[in-house]
Every structure is written in structure tokens, then in C-alpha cells.
């Protein structure tokens, strides 16, 4: 099975070990990526925007934020393209390494009291090559798992890397909750943020180590064998597969949305509007991200029983109704209701993610599955996560209410639902039998 510590190519690895490798990786790169939300909502306004209100520096800060989704799409086509070419796990290695150099260097950074403009300049640098190796992290990730699963159990398989990004957002919601209750504010901004991103370069390595443990997927390579790897496998997607690609933008809208109100836009709505600790806020996202690590591959387990749609429905359709009374309980005052609205917004959410990575890889043959999944999933996220806290931060400041921001979610998800209610059954599919 192995030879020097690594996978021989051509032998199969055990699923459980596949899963775990998926797991850990996704958790990694995606814990790099999250621990730049929070620190944009926490402090990165002060020392990267300190001319501004705090409002407008957080704004500022958001906006740095929203660039690494824009760079998403680009790394999910370089890396959907060689990795129909060459293979799922050397993009995957390749993008753990981009991820953690990015955010290692983030934590080293001057901030814009030491080298003035050039500071922000390099954050948005940083942030970029962040967000273009996350982008081709996910594809790679899930089809890993999902290639080496079987039919029946793909959903409960497959959502193991999706539970590693609610494990990525918990262990970077925990260190920084850990560093803010041990250390003064003035620690805190001073030096205290920057530990966390220099924990990455650690985590990267083992990341690494687990990685190279881990066999190409057996379902590729026999692709591989059967036929030459198309030229330019995006065109092919967008060519052959229309549907598949505006199905997994509509299944994600909602999703992506949603997401990024509830972990990241409430952390500067509790701080900012409803004047709660840092501590409190940073602590009920970290049970939120707790429960929804557990949620995921249930949601997941129940839609290779019952079926994708419905249960992506549920989700979507389940956050909309609850976003109408998340923020009065976020505004609440009440610890309990605060971290309840976090936790429950979560596993509604849970319930879309869950099964999500296997509907959308089960949208797209062999040949061109990571392009096309990539494509479909990183897409979005141009118009939706990236914007997520800007247009929320930007509805409450225009009217002063948060309702608005309960319609944007709520009709977001909405979306969702009825995509998924009109997408193709694809629970129990042979992905080699996907045309």
C-alpha cells in the first residue's frame, strides 16, 4: 500500500483514510481563509483603515476580504484544468502550500502606522493568492472523497471536506477567542492577532505529511486510461454542461450567502451595532461551527437516504423564514438567544452544505469533473459570499435596520430552495455513468 511513507500510485487507499486526508487539508486551508473574516471584522480595520470611522474601516476591511473571492473562480479553473489533466491530489498539495505561505506572510505583515499605503496593498495582494488557492482547494478536496466512495453513501463521503470548512471556522473562531480572553485589547491589536496566522505554517505541514499518504482517485485514472484529457476542460463545461454549471450557481447563492452574513457580518453586528464583547460574539460562533461540523455529514447521511433535493430544500427554505428573526435575536441582549440565532442559522445552513458537494459533483462527468464542479461552485462567489458582508454592512447603514439585510438572506435562499426542488434527482448515481 505504501512505499517510503507515501501512497503508490495505481493502489487505492482506504476511504477512511481518504476522507480523513480531505478532512484535515480542507480544514487547514479553509481555517487560513476564515481567520481572515474575523480578523477583518476585529481588527484590521484599526490597523490596516485607521483614518476612518469604525464602521467605514470595517466596511474598508471587508472590502480587502471580498477580493479573495474574486480570485476563487480564477485558482478553480487553473486547478480544475490540470487537475482533469493530471490528477486530484498534486493541485490539492499544491494549493495547501499557496494557502499557507499566504497566510503566514499575512501575519508577519507591517501595519499602516510602519509602512503607511504599501501595508493595505499588501494585504489585498495576500488576500488575492488566498482566495485563488481555496478556489481550487474545494474541487480537488470533495472529489477525492467522493470518487473513492461508492454510490449509495456518497452524500455522507463526499460532505466530509464540507464539515472541514465548519472545522476550519471553528479552530479559527477558537484560537482567536482564546487569544481575546487571555490577552488585554491593547495585546490583542498590538501583536496578539498575528499568532494565529503564523499557526498556519504549522498546520500546513501537517497537512502535507497527511496528504502525501493519500492514492490518486481510482475513478480518474481509469478516466484517464480510457480516453486523452480534454484540451481546455472549461470550455468543454461550459459548452457541454450549461445546466449543470447555473444549477450549482443556484444551489450556492442562497448557501454562500447566508454563510457569510451569519459568521462573519454578525461578528461586527454584535461588536459595532449591538455593542456585545468580542468575546461573547467570537464564542457563539464557536459553538455554532461545533454543532454544524456534526450537522453536515448528518444532513449529508439523510440525503443519500431520502434524496438531495429535499433536504437541500429544507435548508434553503428553513434559513429564509429564520433570517427574518436572527437579528432580533442577535440584538436581543440575551447570551442565550445570541448564541441560539448563531447556532441555529448553522445547522439550517448545515442542511444545504451537507449534501451539496455531491450534487454538485454528481452534475459533471469524470473528464471534466473538477473544472466543472469548480466552475459551478467558485463562481458564485464572486456576486455572492464575497459581497455578502458589504451589501449587509451597506444595507444597515443605509436605512438603519436590519431587516433589509433579513430580506437580502431571506431571498437568497429562497433561491436556493427552488433550485434544488427543480434540479435532478442524483442520489445512488454511478459517477461513471455521468454523460
Not at 505541514?205 to 484517464?224: M, Q
Not at 456585545?276 to 461545533?290: F, P, Q, V
Request: aromatic share 12%; net charge neutral.
Amino acid at each position: 500500500m505504501e512505499q517510503g511513507g507515501a501512497a503508490v500510485a495505481g493502489e487505492k487507499t482506504p476511504l477512511k483514510r481518504v476522507v480523513m486526508a480531505s478532512l484535515v487539508g480542507t480544514t487547514i486551508e479553509w481555517y487560513d481563509f476564515f481567520l481572515y473574516g474575523s480578523a477583518a471584522a476585529l481588527v484590521f480595520n484599526r490597523l490596516f483603515f485607521p483614518d476612518y470611522d469604525p464602521l467605514t474601516g470595517t466596511f474598508l476591511a471587508f472590502a480587502t476580504y471580498a477580493l479573495g473571492f474574486v480570485a476563487r473562480p480564477l485558482g478553480g479553473i487553473v486547478f480544475g484544468h490540470y487537475g482533469d489533466k493530471l490528477g486530484r491530489k498534486r493541485l490539492l498539495m499544491l494549493s495547501l502550500i499557496i494557502m499557507g505561505v499566504a497566510t503566514t506572510l499575512i501575519g508577519l505583515l507591517p501595519t499602516y502606522a510602519q509602512i503607511g499605503i504599501w501595508a493595505p496593498i499588501a494585504l489585498v495582494l495576500l488576500r488575492l493568492a488566498q482566495g485563488f488557492a481555496v478556489g481550487g482547494e474545494w474541487g480537488g478536496a470533495v472529489l477525492l472523497a467522493a470518487e473513492h466512495g461508492d454510490a449509495a453513501r456518497r452524500g455522507f463521503w463526499a460532505s466530509w471536506p464540507q464539515a472541514g470548512v465548519a472545522a476550519g471556522n471553528l479552530l479559527a473562531a477558537g484560537v482567536l477567542a482564546l487569544l481575546a480572553g487571555l490577552l488585554t485589547d491593547q495585546d490583542f491589536i498590538s501583536w496578539g492577532w498575528r499568532v494565529p496566522f503564523l499557526l498556519s505554517a504549522v498546520l500546513v505541514a501537517i497537512g502535507w505529511w497527511i496528504r502525501t499518504h493519500v492514492s490518486e482517485s481510482a475513478t480518474f485514472e481509469e478516466a484517464n486510461e480510457a480516453e486523452a484529457p480534454p484540451k481546455i476542460p472549461a470550455l468543454d463545461v461550459m459548452r457541454q454542461h450549461p445546466r449543470g454549471v447555473l444549477t450549482g450557481a443556484g444551489l450556492r447563492v442562497g448557501e454562500n450567502i447566508s454563510y457569510y452574513v451569519v459568521t462573519t457580518f454578525s461578528i461586527t453586528y454584535l461588536t459595532e451595532v449591538a455593542a456585545e464583547s468580542r468575546s461573547l460574539a467570537l464564542n457563539a460562533l464557536l459553538i455554532g461551527a461545533a454543532v454544524q461540523f456534526f450537522a453536515i455529514p448528518l444532513f449529508a447521511m439523510l440525503s443519500d437516504r431520502i434524496g438531495r433535493r429535499p433536504v437541500y430544500a429544507f435548508g434553503g427554505f428553513g434559513l429564509a423564514a429564520f433570517s427574518f428573526l436572527f437579528f432580533g435575536m442577535l440584538g436581543s441582549g440575551s447570551q442565550g438567544a445570541i448564541i441560539a440565532a448563531i447556532v441555529i442559522g448553522l445547522v439550517l445552513h448545515g442542511a444545504m452544505y451537507g449534501p451539496q458537494a455531491a450534487m454538485i459533483s454528481e452534475l459533471f462527468p469524470t473528464r471534466i469533473r473538477y473544472s466543472g464542479a469548480s466552475i459551478a461552485y467558485q463562481l458564485t462567489s464572486i456576486f455572492a459570499g464575497s459581497l455578502a458582508p458589504l451589501i449587509a454592512l451597506g444595507l444597515y447603514q443605509s436605512y438603519g435596520s436590519a431587516l433589509p439585510v433579513a430580506i437580502y438572506v431571506g431571498v437568497a435562499c429562497a433561491i436556493s430552495g427552488v433550485t434544488a426542488l427543480l434540479a435532478r434527482e442524483t442520489r445512488g448515481v454511478e459517477l461513471a455513468q455521468i454523460r
